[in-house]
């Protein structure tokens, strides 16, 4: 006898699970292609950068793949439960491909990086994206294993990231007002640490989607913000 939660056509379950997987697979993706672009930067590795660009196809692709499957169920008539299931997967399939293009990004200006000497500020951009990465796994781990409250905490952790941030902006900003020199290659670090801010917004949205899956319509807590560039005199 089927309970309550149980689909009659079995099949549809486990097309639930095939997309969970996919879209977790997605992130794990994401989140391989920041690391391996970081390490680029750090490396100043142009061939290597190369590859990252090409690889963001790979995301893009499954990506097609999820929007496929979630047509695939929203077709067979679901419950309320799986329509946010595949509401849920559709967000989140944006902003992992999302994600993977600002990776992507980071690794095509490395090699314009790569053409001036090496700048201290990179360690800066550097401390910023491990953040950013460690925010892309938590939260794709959060969305496999439904922990709402998990999600919270990554979405929370958003203010580091964007303090961070600022720091480094105005940093670039000093340099560059110092050293006309420095005017080009601050220019990239400054749009790859805005990548890495939005990589962060990006996680957020995840990690609120993963919130609304267990929690429906209920109010996520006040999130602190601080991005403060746009105020910066």
Known sequence: ?????????????????????????????????????????????????????????AIDALEHEVSHDVMKLALRGPLARDLREILVALRIAADVERIGDYA?????????LNLAPSLPQTRGLDALGRLA????????????????????RIRARDAELDTLYT???RELLTYMMEDARAITPCTHLLFMAKNLERIGDHATNIAENVWFLVHGEDLLPPRE???ATNTVG
């Not at 997605?26 to 590859?51: F, I, K, N, S, T």
């Not at 990465?133 to 919270?152: I, K, M, S, T």
């Open 104 to 112: 992507a990004n980071i690794a095509k200006r490395s090699m314009a």
């Open 133 to 152: 990465l460690q925010q892309v796994r938590d939260v794709v781990a959060a969305y496999g294993n439904r922990d709402a409250e998990a999600a919270q």
């Open 1 to 57: 006898m089927n309970t309550p939660h149980d689909h009659i056509v079995k099949s549809y379950d486990e097309e639930q699970r095939r997309l969970l997987a996919e879209l977790v697979r997605m992130g794990e993706m994401a989140a391989a292609q920041l690391e391996a672009a970081l390490d680029v930067v750090a490396r100043r590795d142009d061939r290597a950068a190369e590859r990252i660009v090409a690889n963001d196809e």
């Open 225 to 227: 913000k601080r991005d």
């Open 167 to 169: 720091g480094l902006f």
